[in-house]
C-alpha cells in the first residue's frame, strides 16, 4: 500500500516563475492538505481540499492556488515565485471527519 | 501570538537521560491534540495522541491540561534514535468541517553517547 506520494523531491526555480507540485494520497483518502514548511520552523497550513473544493485557507497570498482530482490527488501552484517561497512543501493525506494525517516527503523548492 | 508555543530548545541529552518538552495553545476551542516526530530532512510522523487522562506509549507520556492550554511529552530513558525534532500539534475544526493542524516551531532533540 503506497503511502503519500509527492513529486518532485527537489526544484529549484527562478523568482518571478511558476511551479506545480503534486501530490498522490494514501489509498483510501479523501482529504489532502498542503503545508509549507521553512527551515527551522513548525509546517504552515496552506489549504485543504475535500471534493475537489477548497474546504479551507491559510494565511497565504492568491498566487498559491491548488486543485483536486477526482482521484482525490492534488496540486499546488504557486504563481510569481519569490526568495522567500524557498521552503520544503509537505501534502497531508487524511479521511474526512478523521483526525490522523500522514505526510509525503515532501519537495524541496529553491528559489534563486 | 503564535497559536502554537513550544520550547526552544535545543535539547542535548546523554542516553538514558528523562527529557520533557511542554507545548501551549490559544485557541480554546482546539478539540485534538498530537505529537509529531520529524526526522532531520524527513516528513513529520505521528508520535502518539494527547488526552486529558494522559497516555503513555512505552517510554513516552503525553499529557494534555486544557484548563492550562499545556500539552506535555515526557521521554524516559532516552535512546540515540530519539534523536529527532518535536512537534506540538493541534487540530481545531473549522465551521467548514475542515481539521487543520496547527503546528508549534518543533523542539530538536539530540542524545549524546
Known amino acids: 500500500d503506497a503511502g503519500v506520494t509527492q513529486s518532485p523531491t527537489h526544484l529549484i526555480k527562478t523568482r518571478g516563475q511558476q511551479v506545480t507540485l503534486r501530490c498522490s494520497p494514501k489509498?483510501?483518502?479523501?482529504?489532502v492538505s498542503w503545508y509549507q514548511q521553512a527551515l527551522g520552523q513548525g509546517p504552515q497550513f496552506i489549504f485543504q481540499?475535500?471534493?475537489?473544493?477548497?474546504?479551507q485557507r491559510g494565511n497565504f497570498p492568491d498566487r498559491f492556488s491548488g486543485h483536486q482530482f477526482p482521484n482525490y490527488s492534488s496540486e499546488l501552484n504557486v504563481n510569481a515565485l519569490l526568495l522567500g517561497d524557498s521552503a520544503l512543501y509537505l501534502c497531508?493525506?487524511?479521511?474526512?471527519?478523521?483526525?490522523?494525517?500522514?505526510f509525503g516527503q515532501g519537495t524541496r523548492l529553491t528559489v534563486v | 501570538r503564535k497559536e502554537v508555543e513550544q520550547d526552544p530548545g535545543p535539547f542535548n541529552v546523554p542516553e538514558g537521560a528523562t527529557v520533557a518538552f511542554n507545548c501551549t495553545y490559544s485557541?480554546?476551542?482546539?478539540?485534538?491534540f498530537f505529537w509529531y516526530r520529524q526526522d532531520c530532512r524527513k516528513e513529520p510522523k505521528l508520535l502518539m495522541s494527547?488526552?486529558?487522562s494522559g497516555n503513555e506509549d512505552g517510554r513516552f507520556t503525553a499529557q494534555l491540561n486544557r484548563a492550562s492550554q499545556y500539552i506535555s511529552l515526557l521521554i524516559r530513558d532516552s535512546k540515540l534514535s530519539d534523536s529527532a525534532t518535536y512537534l506540538c500539534?493541534?487540530?481545531?475544526?473549522?465551521?467548514?468541517?475542515?481539521?487543520?493542524?496547527?503546528f508549534g516551531s518543533g523542539t530538536q532533540l539530540t542524545v549524546l553517547p
Open positions: 494527547v488526552y486529558s
Open positions: 497531508a493525506s487524511s479521511i474526512a471527519g478523521t483526525h490522523e494525517a500522514f
Open positions: 485557541n480554546s476551542a482546539s478539540q485534538s
Open positions: 481540499y475535500y471534493e475537489e473544493e477548497e474546504r
Open positions: 500539534v493541534v487540530i481545531a475544526i473549522s465551521s467548514g468541517s475542515a481539521r487543520q493542524l496547527t
Open positions: 489509498s483510501g483518502h479523501d482529504t
